[in-house]
């Protein structure tokens, strides 16, 4: 694969020299849209409209191409700079992402959204959706998502803790049959080995994550970060001192959680009270 390379693109317009230089990458490996297309998971068309300038793709589509090029980093600073977006938000998701593909174990805290490393594609859209998200560009994103849960498969897959707020358990979707097959998902994934699913109930009552959505991803060398995220910001903590600080919080919380035993017979039991028919 190409190595990492400054940016010669001829255009000086930032969206045109991210299509540029999508579109040299890919010629200069000998590779066509549909064997890309085949070779990342995702519809070959996206790629052809993304070096044709016509879409941008989501950060998470940049960042596999980054990873398939052998380009780190370069295509998502492109992708930024064609978006208009040079906020500390996307660099700080932009090395969150980075982080997350050399984790070797995960922990996560979910108040009222279910983690995107286990939810279904229309869960997903769902959320995407009240995010703002619409049309082909969510399509894109819930494509992206979905590629995401692939870090938790295969026999090379890290560990990954979540602990589930009630909260998460008690808010359905719109369709009912959609909401079946995310909860059917999670009582899978829960017997998967490297999977340790817990629900924190709501008689557990206040604790130090609250308003808090959080995964610890730690690196190997045994060096642990954080990402925190509530409705509007993210934040990605690097520093020793908060890491341990939150990691504290989550230890007492861990320690209010049922077992992932119970945890899987109340996931089940929510889901025996789902009607078996989406609504209308």
Same mark, same amino acid.
């Given at each position: 694969m190409?190595?990492?390379?400054a940016?010669?693109?001829?255009?000086?317009?930032p969206?045109q020299?991210?299509?540029?230089?999508?579109?040299?990458?890919r010629?200069s490996s000998?590779t066509?849209?549909?064997?890309?297309?085949?070779?990342?998971?995702w519809?070959?068309?996206?790629?052809?409209?993304m070096?044709?300038?016509?879409?941008?793709g989501?950060?998470?589509?940049?960042?596999a191409?980054?990873q398939?090029?052998?380009?780190?980093?370069?295509?998502?600073a492109?992708?930024?700079?064609?978006?208009g977006d040079?906020?500390?938000?996307?660099?700080?998701y932009?090395?969150?992402?980075?982080?997350e593909?050399?984790?070797?174990?995960l922990?996560?805290?979910?108040?009222?959204?279910?983690?995107?490393?286990?939810?279904?594609?229309?869960?997903a859209?769902?959320?995407?959706?009240?995010?703002?998200s619409q049309g082909?560009?969510?399509e894109?994103?819930?494509?992206?998502?979905?590629?995401?849960? *692939?870090? !938790? $498969?295969? &026999?090379?897959?890290?560990p990954?803790?979540?602990? /589930? =707020?009630? +909260?998460?358990?008690?808010?359905?979707?719109?369709?009912?049959?959609?909401?079946?097959?995310?909860?059917?998902?999670?009582?899978?994934?829960?017997?998967?080995?490297?999977?340790?699913?817990?629900?924190?109930?709501?008689?557990?009552?206040?604790?130090?994550?609250?308003s808090?959505?959080?995964?610890f991803?730690?690196i190997?060398?045994?060096?642990?970060v954080?990402?925190?995220?509530?409705?509007?910001?993210?934040?990605?903590?690097?520093?020793?001192?908060p890491? *341990?600080q !939150? $990691?504290? &919080?989550y230890?007492?919380?861990?320690?209010?959680? /049922? =077992?992932? +035993?119970?945890?899987?017979?109340?996931v089940l039991?929510?889901?025996?009270?789902?009607?078996?028919?989406?609504?209308?």
């Amino acid at each position: 694969m190409p190595q990492r390379r400054a940016i010669t693109g001829r255009s000086q317009e930032p969206r045109q020299r991210f299509a540029e230089e999508l579109r040299k990458l890919r010629t200069s490996s000998g590779t066509s849209l549909r064997q890309l297309g085949e070779r990342m998971g995702w519809d070959w068309s996206l790629f052809g409209k993304m070096e044709k300038g016509e879409t941008l793709g989501s950060p998470e589509v940049v960042q596999a191409l980054d990873q398939h090029y052998g380009t780190p980093g370069l295509l998502l600073a492109l992708w930024e700079l064609a978006a208009g977006d040079h906020t500390q938000f996307r660099e700080r998701y932009r090395r969150y992402m980075a982080l997350e593909a050399e984790a070797v174990s995960l922990w996560h805290f979910a108040v009222s959204v279910l983690p995107g490393l286990l939810q279904t594609p229309g869960y997903a859209r769902e959320v995407l959706a009240a995010g703002g998200s619409q049309g082909k560009e969510l399509e894109q994103q819930v494509e992206a998502r979905m590629s995401r849960r *692939e870090l !938790l $498969q295969g &026999k090379d897959a890290p560990p990954f803790r979540t602990i /589930l =707020s009630e +909260a998460a358990l008690r808010t359905p979707l719109r369709d009912a049959a959609e909401w079946r097959g995310q909860l059917e998902y999670l009582t899978e994934a829960a017997k998967w080995p490297n999977v340790t699913t817990q629900v924190l109930p709501l008689s557990a009552g206040m604790h130090g994550l609250d308003s808090t959505t959080l995964m610890f991803l730690r690196i190997a060398g045994a060096r642990t970060v954080a990402y925190t995220e509530n409705a509007h910001r993210g934040e990605l903590i690097e520093a020793d001192a908060p890491v *341990e600080q !939150l $990691q504290r &919080k989550y230890d007492a919380m861990r320690d209010l959680a /049922l =077992s992932p +035993a119970e945890s899987l017979k109340f996931v089940l039991a929510t889901l025996e009270e789902v009607p078996c028919e989406a609504s209308t």
